[in-house]
């Protein structure tokens, strides 16, 4: 069983940063590609950022290219979202995501198996 722990959402002003983290264990954290997905209301859930299991390889939605930066902490065992130049059409729930298929970057989300609860991010205009 894949554990995932999301924190680090809130409520910030358009302009503003936020870093989102996600915990795991050191098993799942050295050997899964772990990705970011936001879901807002009303809407379906997108892919946001992917990372590979060495951190050599990212993936970003064009519409948060240059603005958002995915990396991993090992020392922690974490996977980090730095999410700057915030928008209101950023506020989403943002859920961090698991893939244990060796070598795949996935964009979709059937290609990840284990998702954590969310963390909300809120940004107001």
């Known amino acids: 069983q894949v554990q995932l722990v999301e924190s680090g959402g809130g409520l910030v002003q358009a302009g503003g940063s936020l870093r989102l983290s996600c915990a795991t264990s050191?098993?799942?954290?050295?050997?899964?590609?772990m990705g970011w997905f936001r879901q807002a209301p009303g809407k379906e859930r997108e892919f946001v950022a992917a990372?590979?299991?060495?951190?050599?390889?990212?993936s970003y939605a064009d519409s948060v290219k240059g603005r958002f930066t995915i990396s991993r902490d090992s020392a922690k065992n974490t996977v980090l979202l730095q999410m700057n130049s915030l928008k209101p059409e950023d506020t989403a729930l943002y859920y961090c995501?698991?893939?244990?298929?060796?070598?795949?970057?996935?964009?979709?989300?059937?290609?990840?198996?284990?998702w954590g609860q969310g963390t909300q991010v809120t940004v107001s205009s």
């Open positions: 995501a698991a893939d244990g298929a060796a070598g795949r970057l996935g964009v979709e989300t059937h290609e990840y198996n284990d």
């Open positions: 050191r098993r799942t954290f050295l050997t899964y590609t």
């Open positions: 990372i590979n299991w060495s951190g050599g390889r990212t």
